[in-house]
Structure formats: C-alpha cells, structure tokens
Nanobody
Framework: QVQLVESGGGLVQAGGSLRLSCAAA????????VAWSRQAPGKEREFVAA????????DYADSVKGRCTISRDNAKNAVYLQMNSLKAEDTAVYYC????????????????????WGKGTQVTVSA
C-alpha cells in the first residue's frame, strides 16, 4: 500500500508560481510512475505530468509543457510539481497519483496506470 498526501496549493495571481508537493508513504516499485493530475469544476480529471520513480523519464501534458516541471526526491519519498506562468485555466484540484508498477500496456499519460491517489490540493489562479 502507498499513501499519498499533497500540499502546496493555494490562491495565486495569473503569471505567478506555485510548488506542489506529494509525500509518499510506502514502497514504490522501481518501475512505478508518480503523476500529477488535475480536475477543474465540471470537467474530467486530466493528466498533467509524470515521472518514473527510478528516474530517467518525465512526461508532460501539452497544456503545461514549458511551464511546469516535475521532480522527485527518492530519499524523501517525495514528488514535486513546480508551476510557473500560471493561468486562470490552471485552476483545479491537483491530485498526486502513483502506480504499483508499469506494465507498458497503457501510456503513462493514461490515468488508468495509477492505482494510488491522494486527496488533492486546490489551486486557484485569479485573472
């Protein structure tokens, strides 16, 4: 079992920055991925970014590429999402998610890959 706890959300003006943190309790397999996803009011949950727990691969949704950076600290069992140049459309609840392992059947951009989820942290960007 893996438990995930997000923090770092808040209210920020458009153009500002936030750094989200995800603390993981439990062991992650070397093939596991940890991702950030988000869900805006009235919309489906969508992929934002993912990182391989063993390192060497990151992926980003087109909507955040160039503005967001995912990173991890294996020693602290933590994953971070640095978000810059925030826009009003980035307003959402941001969730941290982790996979037990990755079989390669689904893209790491697919939320089907992730079976552990945090409760989310609210990010609100004012125009």
């Amino acid at each position: 079992q893996v438990q995930l706890v997000e923090s770092g959300g808040g209210l920020v003006q458009a153009g500002g920055s936030l750094r989200l943190s995800c603390a993981a309790a439990g062991r992650l397999d070397s093939t596991a991925y940890v991702a950030w996803s988000r869900q805006a009011p009235g919309k489906e949950r969508e992929f934002v970014a993912a990182t391989r727990w063993s390192g060497g691969r990151n992926d980003y949704a087109d909507s955040v590429k160039g503005r967001c950076t995912i990173s991890r600290d294996n020693a602290k069992n933590a994953v971070y999402l640095q978000m810059n140049s925030l826009k009003a459309e980035d307003t959402a609840v941001y969730y941290c998610a982790a996979s037990s392992f990755w079989s390669g059947v689904y893209s790491i951009r697919s939320l089907r890959v992730y079976n552990y989820w945090g409760k989310g942290t609210q990010v609100t960007v004012s125009a």
